[in-house]
């Protein structure tokens, strides 16, 4: 099977999309209706961000004192996200975002969109764009706002891309930080949700998803 030399891995749900505001404001809504629990930007960031929705959940239960099982709520929260996900994929496939993709597959580069949609919300959204060079993948993230280190490698291995040639696209530092214990450089897009998070160690942090930007990117392979 033959591995494709440069590869490009987006995490569509927060790099294209905002998904960092969009998990909050899920999380905010779940909580509140679970047992009225608050959640603020400093309690996301200490108990919830980077860790996985059971570790997480199960910490701030801990500090708000609620009664709560962090396991089922784990669950529900992580499918009320796909949920969201599913019903924003089909509108955050954006000219520019589309400009991205094609250009980086214009110059032989394989483009993996990675989402959390579900698969009929997903084929609505990207169908236009899977041609040749560019491919759909789909992953449960069991954590919460970006893919654990394993993700990325399962991305390469499941659509034939070297991770010594692949570049991860994610939208915060502790999607920039899973990949590089995945051993794969990174893009980063930061969102103001998630800006106060470490991007050191992104080979090129951008501003959006765009014909620009993939021109960057592609400075960022070796020959």
């Known amino acids: 099977m033959a591995v494709a030399f440069k590869g490009v891995i987006v995490e569509f749900d927060f790099a294209a999309m905002n998904g960092a505001e969009l998990l909050f404001g899920v999380a905010a809504r779940y909580l509140n209706d679970l047992d009225s629990i608050g959640l603020d930007a400093q309690s996301e960031a200490k108990y ?9 959940l199960a910490r701030y239960f801990r500090a708000v004192r609620t009664k709560k099982t962090a396991q089922k709520a784990a669950r529900e929260l992580a499918a009320a996200f796909t949920d969201a996900v ?21 110059r032989g580069v394989k483009v993996v969109i990675a989402t959390r949609a579900v698969p009929h919300a997903a084929a ?11 491919s759909l993948y789909r992953e449960r993230s069991l954590f919460y706002g970006c893919p654990r280190w394993d993700s990325w490698r399962r991305a ?16 915060s530092g502790n999607g920039v ?27 090129l942090v951008a501003k959006d998803l765009s014909a620009a930007s993939a021109r960057r990117l592609m400075s960022l392979f070796c020959d």
């Open 48 to 56: 919830l961000a980077g860790r996985s929705y059971e570790e997480g």
């Open 86 to 106: 599913s019903v924003a994929a089909p509108k955050s496939v954006t000219p520019t975002f589309r400009n991205f993709v094609t250009t980086l597959a214009a």
């Open 124 to 134: 609505e959204a990207f169908e236009p764009l899977l041609v040749e060079n560019v």
């Open 156 to 171: 390469c291995m499941a659509n034939d891309v070297a991770r010594a040639n692949a570049i991860a696209v994610t939208g």
């Open 177 to 203: 930080k899973s990949a590089l214990l995945a051993g794969v450089a990174s893009m980063a897009v930061m969102r103001d949700r998630v800006a106060y998070q470490d991007y050191t160690g992104a080979s």
